[in-house]
């Protein structure tokens, strides 16, 4: 029986990828290598365990064929949907990137496990689902939803597909809302952005809004250890839950000084207005992770130890 994973050369599916196999699970990945990258996967391609196929989830005609084939001589257990737009900005710029690549990618996954009978999801979905709520503390079951991005509204509308998929075929669902996940292989993200700047200009460091920004942030490998705690332990036909630190977080500006001291010590730091870094950026968001602790899971790094680690791993990564 093999695991599917859905994104499988970005940041999280390769990760996640490297511990199903570790495990000795046999694992198919899929990836159109628009924001992922071979690099990623590299070291698991000899993995007699491991198959990879790139192709465009949207062409329905595509993902039936390689599935299809697949099946003919392994059979497909469950699937981890990872495959999404991971551009807030270029979403809200362009409405279509997210219908795309976040939501229409949700459509046929489900398409195609509905035809094969494929009948346990993963989903990565995210905090944007939210919207902008201030300081409020956010639970589970805070509502109604409003999304401020494109994103993330097409990450509750893929939620709201997968509920009423239980309804009509899938066994079990889980919902994972991911917050600012960081560590290696990185794609995206502030601290990326930050190391790539300092990089180029090595005397000053731009951020985007005033740095008053405060999120929390967890380590890739706390993520997907708390992703399979909730597997293990949690079996309703729908699933959801906040994946976190759960701590208030911790400010841009201090991300900033953490990186530009890691980077280039002597840089100035240059704020932006506003405390939003980009249209569709949500300020502050701080999660309740109690319904997770009720399974007994608990974040071995707190955000600013995520972070710090993060640099740490990042800046070794581009010196080899």
Aim: with cysteine; aromatic share 8%.
């Amino acid at each position: 029986m093999a695991i599917l994973i859905t994104g499988v050369a970005g940041f999280i599916g390769s990760n996640l990828a490297r511990k199903f196999l570790a495990e000795q699970k046999v694992v198919i990945g899929i990836d159109n290598l628009c924001r992922g990258s071979l690099t990623n996967i590299a070291s698991l391609q000899d993995d007699p365990l491991f198959t990879f196929a790139q192709l465009d989830l949207c062409d329905l005609t595509a993902y039936e064929k390689c599935i299809g084939d697949y099946l003919k001589k392994e059979s497909i257990s469950e699937v981890w949907h990872l495959a999404a737009n991971s551009d807030i900005p270029a979403g809200i710029s362009d409405a279509a990137i997210d219908l795309r690549d976040t939501f229409m990618t949700t459509y046929n996954t489900l398409e195609i496990m509905k035809h094969h009978q494929i009948d346990v999801l993963a989903f990565a979905s995210t905090s944007a689902v939210y919207g902008d709520l201030g300081e409020r503390l956010l639970d589970e079951d805070i509502g109604p939803l409003f999304p401020i991005s494109n994103y993330g509204a097409m990450k509750l509308a893929s939620e709201a597909l997968i509920s009423a998929s239980v309804e009509s075929f899938l066994k079990r669902a889980y919902i994972y809302r991911f917050p600012n996940v960081i560590g290696t292989p990185a794609t995206h993200g502030v601290i990326l952005d930050f190391i790539a700047k300092l990089k180029k200009i090595p005397d000053q460091l731009e951020v985007l809004g005033n740095g008053s920004q405060k999120k929390g942030y967890l380590h890739v490998h706390d993520l997907i250890d708390a992703m399979l705690t909730i597997q293990e332990r949690a079996n309703d036909p729908i699933n959801y839950f906040n994946i976190g630190a759960g701590d208030e977080g911790i400010y841009v500006r201090d991300i900033a000084q953490m990186v530009v001291q890691a980077v280039s010590p002597s840089a100035a730091i240059a704020y932006g207005q506003g405390d939003k870094g980009w249209v569709g950026d949500v300020p502050r968001f701080q999660y309740s992770i109690e319904k997770l602790k009720k399974l007994g899971w608990t974040p071995k790094l707190s955000s600013e130890q995520a972070v710090r680690l993060a640099i740490e791993q990042i800046l070794a990564e581009q010196s080899k």
